[in-house]
């Protein structure tokens, strides 16, 4: 390797907040039953200062390994570190937050206490945590309501309560299990500008989400796991581009034939729309399709290029990852 190359690969690695390498878990469902594998070589890596989201279908280990990184549970094989530290030590804690996906405040106190209370928890001194809680209720929104009691919150009053205790001993990475879960559009909203801030300080974000549209909004890069297994890693602009990308042509005036040869030429998808129809090719055959179209008498009413959405990449993960591991249960009681 280059030493430009060395160079490179040595900042990246340096630059690395979060890296997974070979995680399995192995659960045993009970007593005498065969261990039930939940992940199966999962391995990522999350770089400083970006958002990672980190998405799958239900049971597809995504709570597993953020047990596995918060120091809940132990893997089975392989490892995984934090700042460089392994996620079994204890004392880099003090650099994370972590936001769960249900966090419990004890509901007669306000904003404020609640606040300092992990303020004292977190060592913070008596005289840094009064500006310190001022701030960050200023940060997510909720100046206005330190005083009031937890109880009369609504869901994404209580979410930004909790990325506040987050924060509040400045961690640079911080760790989010569905922040916008249960919140309304305005609500998904404030969460979302809130992340975003966190990134513009130079923070590390790993957001577990089911919520696709946030992750395309704000994620920098997106891990996405299936039946315990990494189907795609990387940045989401790549995982969108895509080659297989295709178009609706919309046609009128056609013979009555043309849509029927159109279909077995093309494999394409027609649908009717009155005396127009609607045909969905990929690029490659658009230029073709328009050719034999209007070599036939018919007229082009629009050229539409779908776009990409990571909806579709995600769906399409899913799928393949179903269809490669139908039996890898089966195989492992097999072989225990």
Same mark, same amino acid.
């Given at each position: 390797?280059?030493?430009?190359?060395?160079?490179?690969?040595?900042?990246?690695?340096?630059?690395?907040?979060?890296?997974?390498?070979?995680?399995?878990?192995? #659960?045993?469902?009970?007593?005498?039953?065969?261990?039930?594998?939940?992940?199966?070589?999962? %391995?990522? %890596?999350?770089?400083?200062?970006?958002?990672?989201?980190?998405?799958?279908?239900?049971? =597809?280990?995504?709570?597993?390994?953020?047990?596995?990184?918060?120091?809940?549970?132990?893997?089975?094989?392989?490892?995984?570190?934090?700042?460089? !530290?392994?996620?079994?030590?204890?004392?880099?804690?003090?650099?994370?937050? #972590?936001?769960?996906?249900?966090?419990?405040?004890?509901? #007669?106190?306000?904003?404020?206490?609640?606040?300092?209370?992990?303020?004292?928890?977190?060592?913070?001194?008596?005289?840094?945590?009064?500006?310190?809680?001022? =701030?960050?209720?200023?940060?997510?929104?909720?100046? !206005?309501?330190?005083?009031?009691?937890?109880?009369?919150?609504?869901?994404?009053?209580?979410?930004?309560?909790?990325? =506040?205790?987050?924060?509040? !001993?400045?961690?640079?990475?911080?760790?989010?299990?569905?922040?916008?879960?249960?919140?309304?559009?305005?609500?998904?909203?404030?969460?979302?500008?809130?992340?975003?801030?966190?990134?513009?300080?130079?923070?590390?974000?790993?957001?577990?989400?089911?919520?696709?549209?946030?992750?395309?909004?704000?994620?920098?890069?997106?891990?996405?796991?299936?039946?315990?297994?990494?189907?795609?890693?990387?940045?989401?602009?790549?995982?969108?581009?895509?080659?297989?990308?295709?178009?609706?042509?919309?046609?009128?005036?056609?013979?009555?034939?043309?849509?029927?040869?159109?279909?077995?030429?093309?494999? %394409?998808?027609?649908?009717?729309?009155?005396?127009?129809?609607?045909?969905?090719?990929?690029?490659?055959?658009?230029?073709?399709?328009?050719?034999?179209?209007?070599?036939?008498?018919?007229?082009?009413?629009?050229?539409?290029?779908?776009? !990409?959405?990571?909806?579709?990449?995600?769906?399409? =993960?899913?799928?393949?990852?179903?269809?490669?591991?139908?039996?890898?249960?089966?195989?492992?009681?097999?072989?225990?």
């Amino acid at each position: 390797m280059k030493r430009g190359g060395q160079e490179g690969a040595m900042r990246e690695l340096a630059n690395e907040r979060i890296k997974v390498e070979g995680l399995v878990k192995d #659960f045993r469902p009970g007593l005498g039953l065969r261990s039930r594998r939940v992940l199966n070589e999962v %391995s990522f %890596s999350v770089r400083e200062g970006e958002i990672y989201g980190f998405v799958g279908p239900n049971g =597809a280990g995504k709570t597993t390994t953020l047990k596995i990184l918060m120091g809940l549970i132990r893997p089975t094989a392989g490892q995984a570190t934090i700042l460089g !530290h392994p996620v079994s030590e204890s004392r880099f804690r003090q650099e994370v937050g #972590f936001l769960p996906e249900n966090p419990y405040f004890y509901s #007669f106190l306000t904003a404020r206490e609640i606040l300092d209370f992990y303020a004292r928890l977190s060592g913070i001194s008596a005289a840094d945590r009064k500006p310190k809680i001022a =701030a960050l209720l200023r940060d997510v929104g909720l100046e !206005h309501a330190a005083d009031a009691r937890l109880k009369t919150f609504s869901k994404g009053m209580l979410q930004r309560v909790g990325i =506040a205790q987050a924060l509040i !001993h400045d961690p640079s990475v911080v760790f989010l299990d569905e922040p916008m879960s249960g919140l309304d559009p305005i609500g998904r909203k404030e969460i979302r500008d809130i992340i975003l801030k966190l990134r513009a300080d130079g923070r590390t974000v790993f957001m577990n989400t089911h919520i696709l549209t946030d992750v395309e909004m704000i994620c920098d890069r997106v891990a996405i796991i299936v039946k315990g297994h990494i189907r795609y890693e990387g940045p989401i602009a790549d995982l969108l581009r895509g080659d297989d990308m295709d178009s609706d042509v919309v046609l009128t005036r056609l013979p009555s034939d043309l849509g029927i040869r159109l279909q077995e030429r093309y494999g %394409s998808r027609v649908k009717g729309m009155g005396e127009r129809i609607e045909v969905r090719v990929p690029d490659k055959d658009v230029n073709s399709l328009l050719t034999a179209s209007l070599g036939a008498g018919a007229e082009v009413v629009s050229v539409t290029r779908n776009r !990409h959405s990571l909806e579709h990449a995600f769906l399409s =993960a899913v799928r393949e990852g179903t269809a490669s591991y139908p039996n890898e249960q089966k195989e492992m009681e097999k072989n225990p």
